[in-house]
C-alpha cells in the first residue's frame, strides 16, 4: 500500500508561458514520508519524485523539476490533502497472566488505540485474543476470547461504535514467541488490533 499521495494538479495560467501540469508528492496522512515514488514524463525526458514536496512540471511539451514550497503546496492541494484517508493502524497490547486484565504499560497504550480511532470518519476495528501455552487448549481459547471482548467493551465504553468492532480467540495458535507447552511468556498474553 502506498504510504503517500501522489497528486498531478492541471493549472492554466493567463500569462507568462503557461504551466499545464504540476505534480506534487505529498506526505501520507500522518504527515510522515513514506516509500515510493512518481516519474513524470513527456515521452523524451523524464523527472523522479521521491520526498515528500518534490515537484515537476509540464510547459510547453517538457517537463522539469520545480521548486514549491510545502506552504503553497499546501494551499494549492488542500481538497486532496483533506480529503486523505487515514492509514490502517496495528496495535498490541498485553494482558496479566491467566487474566482479561491489561498490564500496566498497555493500560496506557490503550490510550494511543483510542485516539487513532477517535478522528476516523468511518472504521472499521478487528481485535484478536491470544494466550500462551500454560494450561489447556480448551482454557486458553476461552481466556483469548475474553481478552478480546474485554479490549471491545472498553472500546464501547469509550464511544466507539459497537458494530465497527469484531473479535475473535486464537488461544495458543499464532504465537508470538514460539514456545513449547506449559510455557509462561508474557509476550504471547495480547490482542492484536488491527484499525482501519
Known amino acids: 500500500m502506498p504510504r503517500r499521495v501522489f497528486v498531478g494538479l492541471a ?3 493567463l500569462t507568462g508561458c503557461p504551466r499545464q501540469e504540476l505534480f506534487v508528492v505529498l506526505p ?3 504527515g510522515t514520508p513514506g516509500a515510493g515514488a512518481i516519474t513524470v ?4 525526458s523524464s523527472t523522479t519524485l521521491d520526498q515528500p514536496f518534490a515537484a515537476a512540471e509540464a510547459r510547453q511539451g517538457a517537463t ?4 514549491v514550497a510545502p506552504s503553497d503546496a499546501r494551499v494549492i492541494f488542500n481538497r486532496a490533502l483533506a480529503a486523505r484517508p487515514m492509514l ?3 496495535f498490541r497490547l498485553y494482558f496479566e497472566l491467566g487474566r482479561d486484565e491489561l498490564t500496566p504499560a498497555s493500560l496506557q497504550e490503550y490510550a494511543k488505540v483510542f485516539e487513532d480511532i477517535k478522528p476516523r470518519l468511518a472504521y ?10 500454560l494450561a489447556d487448549p480448551g482454557f486458553n481459547q476461552r481466556l483469548s476470547i475474553s481478552r478480546a471482548a474485554a479490549i471491545r467493551d472498553r472500546l ?7 458494530k465497527a468492532i469484531s ?3 486464537r488461544g495458543e495458535f499464532d504465537l508470538l514467541i514460539p514456545t513449547g507447552d506449559q510455557v509462561a511468556e508474557p509476550r504471547n498474553r495480547r490482542v492484536e488490533i488491527a484499525v482501519r
Open 41 to 44: 514524463s513527456d515521452g523524451r
Open 124 to 133: 472499521e476495528i478487528e481485535v484478536i485474543g491470544h494466550t500462551d501455552t
Open 64 to 67: 522539469a523539476a520545480v521548486d
Open 156 to 162: 464501547v465504553r469509550d464511544g466507539i461504535a459497537p
Open 11 to 13: 493549472l492554466l495560467l
Open 167 to 169: 473479535i475473535a480467540g
Open 88 to 90: 490502517p493502524r496495528h
Open 28 to 30: 501520507n496522512a500522518y
